[in-house]
């Protein structure tokens, strides 16, 4: 064993650790030397979004200790922040194993730190921990989920006073203070419970009350209530709010996969829960097409993201991508908002920049303003919180199957999301459309744009190295051109600087550094590449369009557009 990862283990045998983890240790140490290792080679990275890792004892794993010293270094840096006033903060949690654990050993310790601290007496949606935040006026919040990530995993993630995922300043100042804290000793683990105060019911009514606030034609739904929906909260927390909200809407006729609706953290019936996977959302593509329903939708186990199933031109089910969910709902509610006279001269609409381009035609055409941020819905909120007053935030969403509709949540919400995609299916139908059509329509309306995504991973000891290499070479000698098109313009996050690759024009990028390259070809097409922060992979995300010049055109332009993607990822030999 190398010896500083030995000296990291017996920190864990001979300090104030319980003794089952001291024993866990023990076990590994004979039946299993590189697990062990691997669980103590390093520490868990607090990044700027949170924790988020595999369970299990050790320094480089999601448990009681990993949690409770992030937890005491986001009390101590809250405390600093907000001198002389009483600190409050939210606490939800997910459907995942030890996620209950997880949130009531955050709780005891910014409780220890005579922090108030609002649980959530089960679990919950994350967007509700976004709105209970706003609600009870807290300085942060925390929710305990992984996301869509396997089984084996947990997370942790911060909020900040908005009810946003921590941004500039605050997120690297947090991991500053999480770093501080050494050993497990440096944390309050106990004392001062009476600042707890259990939450639940009541929160959930001025949540439900506030999404039923988002419908824009109740009346269309009152027609079309009976319409067939299918829903699969794949074994999360969608079960919670999900079928309440689409009461509430109007809807009579929610059918739930119920194979997939009981909250388990083993989600036995799919290896990712994921809605963004075929796979995952098969239950539920057989229950709808046996159905004959309306719409399918699938959220994942803490319920930011939804995925959809709809019927195509010739019958049969198919999933829509993230960016074709994000154009059908930015469409809907500009559309039916400017149809039903509520449109203001000042709304606005926000959207990330390896989103479609679909979206920004769509804004400009009825003459909403599109921002264009970085990825992560931090990011669309502060945007928000930046123009509050100013300008009217419609909706914000990205490719990664996540919405935001409305102000009163700053993050992504599945809830909300479902419920108005329900209520589009309605608004088509009353024109005698379905939402297959109604995409294809936009298509010959806006352009037919066409979005694919590959995730590229480096294994072994210098995968970063390899990422960090391929990123120079692009950014320091950028491709003159890709599939027999010019490279128009290259756009570098990082150096927060575009370039005119032709004249050699240069200009400053409005946004905050990010490590992200972007060609944009003389062709329209756009490669956007993102490493990721915390692993060694590289995303590459492709766009390309073109005209449809009417909806029986769209088979054939389809396959063209298919085939251009893969021709770019040839010539790119990715």
Not at 476 to 502: H, M, R, T
Request: charged share 25%.
């Amino acid at each position: 064993m190398d010896a500083a990862i030995q000296e990291k283990i017996d920190k864990w045998l001979n300090g104030n650790f319980d003794q089952p983890v001291k024993d866990e240790i023990k076990k590994l140490a004979r039946e299993n030397p590189d697990e062990l290792a691997d669980a103590f080679y390093r520490n868990l990275e607090f990044g700027t979004g949170g924790l988020r890792g595999i369970m299990g004892v050790g320094t480089n794993r999601m448990n009681k200790y990993t949690v409770g010293m992030a937890t005491q270094g986001y009390a101590n840096y809250l405390k600093q922040s907000f001198p002389g006033q009483q600190v409050k903060v939210a606490i939800a949690h997910d459907s995942r194993n030890n996620s209950r654990f997880f949130a009531e050993t955050t709780a005891y310790v910014f409780a220890a730190n005579g922090i108030k601290v609002h649980l959530f007496e089960s679990l919950r949606p994350t967007p509700e921990l976004s709105f209970a935040i706003r609600h009870f006026g807290c300085q942060g919040g925390v929710v305990c989920t992984a996301s869509h990530n396997p089984k084996e995993y947990n997370g942790y993630k911060a909020y900040w006073n908005d009810g946003a995922q921590l941004v500039p300043p605050h997120d690297k100042n947090v991991i500053k203070e999480v770093e501080k804290i050494a050993s497990v000793d440096d944390v309050k683990w106990k004392g001062s419970e009476e600042n707890i105060v259990i939450i639940g019911k009541e929160v959930d009514e001025e949540y439900i009350k506030m999404v039923k606030g988002l419908s824009v034609y109740p009346e269309v739904i009152a027609k079309h209530k009976d319409l067939k929906i299918v829903y699969t909260p794949i074994h999360g927390t969608g079960i919670m709010l999900v079928p309440e909200v689409l009461k509430r809407f109007g809807f009579t006729n929610v059918n739930i996969v119920e194979e997939q609706a009981k909250p388990d953290g083993n989600f036995p019936t799919v290896v990712y829960p994921n809605p963004e996977e075929k796979e995952t959302m098969s239950i539920g593509l057989k229950k709808a097409k046996e159905m004959e329903a309306g719409i399918l939708l699938g959220t994942d186990p803490d319920a930011d993201r939804v995925g959809i199933g709809v019927k195509d031109n010739h019958g049969e089910w198919v999933l829509m991508n993230g960016n074709q969910t994000a154009v059908l709902a930015f469409n809907y509610m500009i559309e039916a908002r400017k149809a039903k006279g509520i449109a203001r001269p000042n709304d606005m609409v926000v959207t990330t920049i390896v989103t479609t381009g679909m979206i920004n035609r769509i804004a400009e055409k009825n003459g909403v303003k599109c921002y264009n941020v970085l990825t992560g819905f931090k990011w669309i909120a502060e945007l928000i919180r930046l123009k509050e007053g100013k300008e009217n935030y419609v909706i914000g969403g990205e490719e990664s199957f996540g919405l935001m509709i409305g102000d009163k949540i700053r993050d992504k919400d599945a809830v909300s999301a479902v419920a108005l995609l329900c209520e589009m299916v309605a608004y088509e139908k009353e024109k005698g459309r379905t939402l297959f059509e109604k995409m294809v329509d936009l298509y010959v309306e806006y352009g037919f744009y066409k979005e694919d995504l590959i995730s590229i991973t480096k294994k072994g000891m210098d995968g970063q190295e390899q990422i960090a290499a391929m990123m120079e070479t692009y950014r320091s000698q950028p491709p003159k051109s890709i599939n027999g098109s010019d490279v128009a313009q290259l756009l570098d996050y990082q150096l927060q600087k575009g370039k005119n690759l032709k004249t050699g024009e240069e200009w400053k990028i409005e946004l905050p550094k990010s490590n992200v390259l972007q060609f944009i070809l003389a062709d329209g097409s756009v490669i956007s590449a993102r490493p990721s922060g915390t692993e060694p992979k590289i995303k590459f995300y492709f766009s390309v369009n073109t005209k449809l010049a009417k909806a029986s055109d769209f088979d054939r332009v389809n396959k063209e557009l298919d085939e251009k993607i893969r021709a770019v990822i040839r010539d790119m030999k990715l």
